[in-house]
Nanobody
Framework: QAQLVESGGGLVQPGGSLRLSCAAS????????MYWYRQAPGKERELVAR????????LYADSVQGRLTISRDNAKSTVYLQMNGLKPEDTAVYYC?????WGQGIQVTVSS
């Protein structure tokens, strides 16, 4: 019954910004760490960011450190990924994950 639904993706120019949202339902959101993954064409799915249940501790892949920021609002059962300074290499389908559940994925395309 757990469900995760991503939104906020789309097409953006290099150097631009997007904010992804992932709305959770069907479980006690504040009890679980949350994750963002991405998968580019022809590549394996990779972990982008993690945030602990309290929202106070985060970690990032080296490739996105300083450009992407994970955050959460436990009152809204939502986790976010703020993406700044986007590069073509960031083009991928992005997935949120938590409580052994996965979102459906959302496309982010960085291109001029």
């Amino acid at each position: 019954q757990a469900q995760l639904v991503e939104s906020g993706g789309g097409l953006v120019q290099p150097g631009g910004s997007l904010r992804l949202s992932c709305a959770a339902s069907g479980f006690t959101f504040s009890n679980y760490a949350m994750y963002w993954y991405r998968q580019a064409p022809g590549k394996e799915r990779e972990l982008v960011a993690r945030i602990d249940p309290s929202g106070r501790t985060t970690l990032y892949a080296d490739s996105v450190q300083g450009r992407l920021t994970i955050s959460r609002d436990n009152a809204k059962s939502t986790v976010y990924l703020q993406m700044n300074g986007l590069k073509p290499e960031d083009t991928a389908v992005y997935y949120c994950q938590g409580r052994e559940s996965w979102g459906q994925g959302i496309q982010v395309t960085v291109s001029s």
